[in-house]
């Protein structure tokens, strides 16, 4: 008990394990704010129209499509059509039709939609007759909120590998390893020390970004439960790991960027290219594609999916587990 509590204590003066474990969280706030934020207007197409050139018809007409600034002056639609940092369709009288102007750096579907709108207002009679069905627009993020979340539900299980990684070489580098290796504690109570503080910080820190990010039923909660400690249980496995092998602190830290990009990667990849057979068997032995795959099913209410991830990850657990026993007990042979 000792031992666990003086590694709880030495989180506290590890700056990078504290941002591992608040970086998810604040992640997660933001993307659940994100959720609140009408961007919907983004894609609305802006007309500009000098005042008392277009009738109140046309201009009614044109709200259809989007929204509408009157000018005072055609120099100042003609300013505010050039100004860069707007996607402005100006639209002027032309007889019995209209005409418009763009500044050219616009986006190819403002173009295609200032060639179409004169032809679309000429035949405007003809196309009220014609039935047509608004359907909702999605907001824009929606597609990509799940993918989000579950990208912050994987930093925040890694937090418990980063801290052990660091954690570990922290102490070669202090001699304090050394005072480990002569005190009474067996094998087995180092490694449950080593594994215990990153593996609950990891859990408590993918806790709280699952609790801000989802709102699951009381089974996906429990499953959404068990997928974060198998999941963090893996990552800090692979700590140790990171740990015994790292000889100073810079290996250490290039060996958990490459690892984390890797637990990235490879899921976002596999999700986004539509992996299937053998490619997808591969991405696999990433523990971290069977997180992924289990956060996405929960999250689109597809629990009987994730039985097949929480198998993949047990299996992970217990081949990490074996084999940095069978690592360890070599190299204490060999020393």
């Known amino acids: 008990m000792c031992g666990l509590i003086y590694q709880?204590?030495?989180?506290?003066?590890?700056?990078?394990?504290i941002m591992s474990f608040l970086l998810p969280i604040i992640v997660a706030a933001a993307l659940n704010f994100a959720q609140t934020i009408d961007l919907s207007s983004l894609g609305e197409f802006h007309f500009g129209a000098v005042e008392n050139n277009l009738s109140a018809g046309t201009i009614?007409?044109?709200?259809?499509y989007g929204s509408v600034t009157v000018y005072e002056t055609t120099e100042e639609l003609t300013a505010s059509i050039n100004e860069p940092s707007t996607d402005l369709i100006g639209v002027e009288n032309d007889g019995n039709s209209i005409k418009t102007m763009v500044a050219g750096d616009e986006l190819d579907i403002y173009h295609h939609a200032a060639d179409t709108l004169p032809g679309l207002y000429t035949e405007r009679e003809k196309a009220r007759k014609i039935n047509v069905s608004i359907l909702e627009r999605s907001?824009?993020?929606?597609?990509?909120?799940?993918?989000?979340?579950?990208?912050?539900?994987?930093?925040?299980?890694?937090?418990g590998c980063t801290f052990n990684a660091m954690n570990i070489i922290s102490e070669k580098e202090n001699g304090v390893d050394l005072i480990n290796q002569i005190l009474p504690m067996t094998h087995s109570q180092y490694v449950i020390q080593k594994i215990f503080v990153g593996f609950v910080c990891g859990c408590l820190s993918?806790?709280?970004?699952?609790?801000?990010?989802?709102?699951?039923?009381?089974?996906?909660?429990?499953?959404?439960?068990?997928?974060?400690?198998?999941?963090?249980?893996?990552a800090a496995l692979i700590g140790l790991f990171i740990g015994k092998f790292s000889e100073n602190l810079m290996v250490g830290v290039v060996?958990?960027?490459?690892?984390?990009?890797?637990f990235m990667a490879v899921p976002l990849l596999s999700y986004l290219l539509g992996a299937k057979g053998l490619v997808l068997t591969l991405c696999y032995f990433v523990p971290s594609n069977a997180t992924f795959e289990g956060v996405m099913n929960l999250a689109n209410n597809i629990e009987p999916m994730i039985a097949k991830d929480m198998?993949?990850?047990?299996?992970?657990?217990?081949?990490?587990?074996?084999?940095?026993l069978l690592i360890s007990k070599?190299?204490?042979?060999?020393?």
């Open 60 to 64: 009614s007409w044109l709200e259809r």
């Open 139 to 159: 907001d824009v993020l929606a597609g990509m909120q799940n993918i989000f979340i579950a990208m912050t539900l994987i930093v925040a299980m890694f937090m």
């Open 311 to 324: 198998l993949i990850l047990m299996a992970h657990c217990i081949v990490w587990f074996l084999l940095y």
């Open 330 to 335: 070599w190299r204490k042979k060999n020393t």
């Open 8 to 17: 709880l204590k030495s989180i506290w003066k590890d700056k990078f394990c």
């Open 206 to 234: 993918a806790v709280m970004t699952a609790f801000i990010c989802f709102r699951l039923s009381p089974t996906s909660t429990l499953l959404m439960l068990a997928l974060i400690i198998l999941s963090a249980f893996v």
């Open 255 to 262: 060996y958990v960027k490459v690892v984390m990009i890797v």
